[in-house]
């Protein structure tokens, strides 16, 4: 879905959001926040950003009404962030449906973060359904065309030893038209130092960790694929900003007894052969080339009063309503 709306060279075909009245997001972290907002916000609204013109096409003629957020944790364990709840409670053609009072009281006892207070404040604001502590156990899909799937959901609670989401053998279903997962992301287990129980590489200080323990001398890793999937944009920003200080630090500072993998001393005066062979082979498109494109969505753009077009088409009117968090 993400792929889509942001037209990655990957992106698979749109979805059929002219036949769709009822979506379920599985997960509540902020990628689920930011599918709701855009399968929810106004395409008007949207028109003054770079969405592409043929994912507004697409958002024009949605018939979406109604967007399920499924954790299956609670308000206080969720993974997304103020700044996008806020954004997706206040879009102003949406509602929520009431969140259940006692979703919103926090275990006796139990010490809340500043984010979490601010959250369940912000939540008691919003009118929510409750589709918090709940897991997919099963989906069934339709017979017919004129008949929804069936989401089956184990209903959960959190284990206060281990705080995961363990099922209480009691589940229910919701008639959807539309699941889309958003569990969180794990690295491609195809780098000898990944580590599948994290579902990213090992990584210390920054720096790629081998299967014995010892650092590996001039290999680093920076976001998801190194700390695993949390955080917005900005995090991911500062940890690029943290690791190119490690590496400056290294080339400045060597450090004895680490397990040395790369060339320590490559010349600056010649361009890495991948880039030599990329060019040679038009795979890169060099400055010169993005400036071509950058006119051309420049022109596109001001043709119809927008500064970017991501190189697409157009149309108009979307409003809908968010149902659960």
Known sequence: MVHWYTQHPNAPSPPPLDKLSHVSLIGNGN???????????????????????????????????????VGRRGPLEAAFTMKELREMINLPDASMVPLAPE???????????RQQTRVLQLLSKGRGRSTFYRSPAGLMVPSSENTRSQLSLAHTVVDPATQRAVPTGETSTVATDLVVTSLGFHGEPTAPYFDPGLGHLRTLSNRIVTNAGTTLRNVYGSGWASTGAHGVLAATMMNAYDVAETIVNDRMNPVEGTEAVLNPDPSLEELP?????????????????????????????????????????????????????
Do not use: C
């Open 31 to 69: 990628v689920s926040l930011d599918v709701a907002r855009m399968l929810l916000t106004n395409v008007d609204v949207l028109r003054k950003y770079d969405v592409p013109e043929r994912v507004l096409d697409v958002l024009a003629e949605s018939t979406v009404k109604h967007v399920s957020i």
């Open 103 to 113: 979703l919103l009281q926090p275990s006796e006892g139990v010490p809340l973060t």
């Open 273 to 325: 052969e991948e880039v030599v062979h990329g060019v040679r082979e038009r795979n890169i498109v060099e400055y010169p080339d993005w400036k071509r494109i950058d006119e051309e969505e420049m022109r596109r753009g001001q043709v119809r009063a927008r500064l970017l077009l991501g190189l697409s088409a157009h149309k108009t009117h979307f409003q809908r309503f968010f149902i659960g968090v």
